[in-house]
């Protein structure tokens, strides 16, 4: 008798997980490393709404994350930390929608030790700034427009033998605490619990916007997607006035 009931209460959980899982659908996200402090907070929101919806997301620097689209990776919607890709995936058939801004991020200057950010970008130089951390320039949009506010800081050249490279802009941030005097960072993840012990004009400040071209980050919804009406409804807040909000909360612009 044990083991018929045991059998039967096995069988009515099977049942039960498999009543869950017919209404639970999954939306694959690629999404840039500077998204990933606002992620949580964008997924809860939209949990409000899509209860049964389990949103999966894949943090890497926007080029690897195109590239591993381009080799087939599986993926409803990527969100890039800048428009070139998406809008190379777009033009190559792996995307159904044009590339759309969903935000602008902006770059800011980190250090665990105070410094002099009155002196903005020749602060790079100072003796005391032995290694400079910032995110691959080839792959990591954040980490181009790092190189780019150092070269049209006229610096780059002084400092370049300084310059340690993460794999992305979250990593960044781990090498600037972790390997580094001072580090270019999304601004986005100052909004960060971990991070917010640290106090602007003396751990960290942001990086004179005219010294690099604005970061706008597009959105688009993938080939895969296009029949997930889960990852459409995903890619539609995204760009509604409940995540821009959210994204402000982070330090973003929004269009």
Known sequence: MKTIQSIKKITLVVLMLGTVNLFAYNV????????????PKLKAEFKKDFPNTKVQVTL?????LAAMIESGASYDIFMSAN???????????????????????????????KQDFS???????????????LAN????????????????????????????????????????????DLGFIAKSSLYSPGLKKFK???NWME??????TPISQGIVLLNQGKNNKNAKAFYKFILSSKAKKIFKDFGYKVP
Do not use: F, H, W
């Open 28 to 39: 694959k996200i690629a999404l840039a490393a500077n998204v990933a402090y606002a992620i």
């Open 60 to 64: 890497s620097s926007s080029g690897k």
């Open 83 to 113: 428009m070139k890709y998406p809008q190379r995936l777009y033009k190559d058939k792996l995307a159904v929608t044009k590339p759309v801004i969903y935000a602008q991020g902006a770059l800011a200057y980190l250090s665990d030790k």
């Open 119 to 133: 002196k903005g970008i020749k602060l790079t130089l100072e003796k005391n700034i032995k290694k400079i951390a």
């Open 137 to 180: 320039p080839r792959t990591a949009p954040y980490g181009k427009a790092s190189v780019e506010a150092l070269k049209n800081g006229g610096v780059y050249k002084q400092v370049v033998k300084k310059c340690v490279y993460a794999s992305s802009i979250s990593s960044a941030v781990t090498y600037t605490l972790t390997a580094a």
């Open 200 to 202: 602007k004009g003396i």
């Open 207 to 212: 990086v004179n916007p005219k010294l690099y």
